[in-house]
Nanobody
Framework: QVQLVESGGGLVQAGGSLRLSCAAS????????MGWFRQAPGKEREFVAY????????SYADSVKGRFTISRDNAKNTVYLQMNTLEPDDPAVYYC????????????????????WGQGTQVTVSS
């Protein structure tokens, strides 16, 4: 089992940057692939980014491609989401998620593919 705690959210101006972190408990973090999702008020939770167990494979939603970067540091049991050029459509609660296997491309965007979720961190963008 793994427990996930997100941090790094906050208020930023449009065009600005934030880096989210997701710290995982346990000694088996390096055996989990990780995802970031987000949920805005009144909307469904949507996929943002994914990183494989090794870190060698990543996937992004089209809406964030080129602006967001997912990475992981297995020595620190942490996955990151670097968010640049934040836009008015980016505000949401951001969640990290974990699954103890590598996901196929068509599974990465699906919330039910993941077994563990954090509590989320709020990102707000001011215009």
């Amino acid at each position: 089992q793994v427990q996930l705690v997100e941090s790094g959210g906050g208020l930023v101006q449009a065009g600005g940057s934030l880096r989210l972190s997701c710290a995982a408990s346990g000694r088996t973090f390096s055996s989990y692939s990780m995802g970031w999702f987000r949920q805005a008020p009144g909307k469904e939770r949507e996929f943002v980014a994914y990183i494989s167990i090794s870190g060698g494979s990543t996937s992004y939603a089209d809406s964030v491609k080129g602006r967001f970067t997912i990475s992981r540091d297995n020595a620190k049991n942490t996955v990151y989401l670097q968010m640049n050029t934040l836009e008015p459509d980016d505000p949401a609660v951001y969640y990290c998620a974990a699954i103890q296997r590598t996901l196929a491309f068509n599974q990465r965007r699906v919330t039910t593919s993941y077994d563990y979720w954090g509590q989320g961190t709020q990102v707000t963008v001011s215009s």
